[in-house]
């Protein structure tokens, strides 16, 4: 066994086993380079849809938000109306009334978002500060939509069974006796209904409220969008 060792040639050992050791090291390197380069393409590719999505949200978040002001005008008019006891055409009334309970809810795409968090791709994104606002929004918008899956939608479910219940339908009839509409709602009962009057207060509230989840969203959305800028491209 002794003789076998001193006729071992160590150096070329050494050289072959130094071959091994830095090609196994090369490989390494370029493995980790290619998954780098690929993380960077995937990362810029989840940048550009995430802009994009958040870019239809914003348009969603301010219609959604002016829309519910508009609705709160409306209920306060209503409101002085049942108070000051002077009429008013009904459809002008009506017009109100439509406003007043307008129903929509906020569903904005996620799509980007969801696939990063399902797939384990959240690390690719290389901003820490976009990552926790990205956190972040979504934290609020689910809050946001049991708001509105869980209260506002029984409470508009609510609204509606009301209204169906305490509004009747008549023909407008013209002076030849031919209808000239098909249907009217008559609401001349409605604006003295104190029932009526307690659900207009009860739904200024909760679209109150509905407007500052959005509200609140929006300031989560604005931190994200300046986050979301051009990364550089991968070589």
Known sequence: MLTILRKLDWKYVIAETAIVAIGVVMA???????QDRTDRVAELAYLQNLREEFTVTALDLNEEIESSVESMVAIDELLKLMTSGRAEAPPEVLKRMEKAFETSVLRPVTATYDDLVTSGNFGILRNDPLRIALAEWSAHLMI????????LFPHYLATDDFLMRNTTVSEVLQADRIPKAPFEMD???LLSDR??????????????NRRVSLEA????????????GVQEQPH
Not at 195 to 208: D, E, G, P, T
């Open 28 to 34: 390494l390197t370029v493995d980790a380079w290619w």
């Open 187 to 189: 609401v001349s009962e």
């Open 195 to 208: 029932a009526f009057w307690n659900l207009l207060v009860i739904r200024r509230s909760w679209i109150q």
């Open 144 to 151: 946001h939509r049991r708001l509105e899956d869980h209260i």
């Open 217 to 228: 969203l929006q300031h989560r959305h604005s931190l994200v969008i300046p986050l979301l």
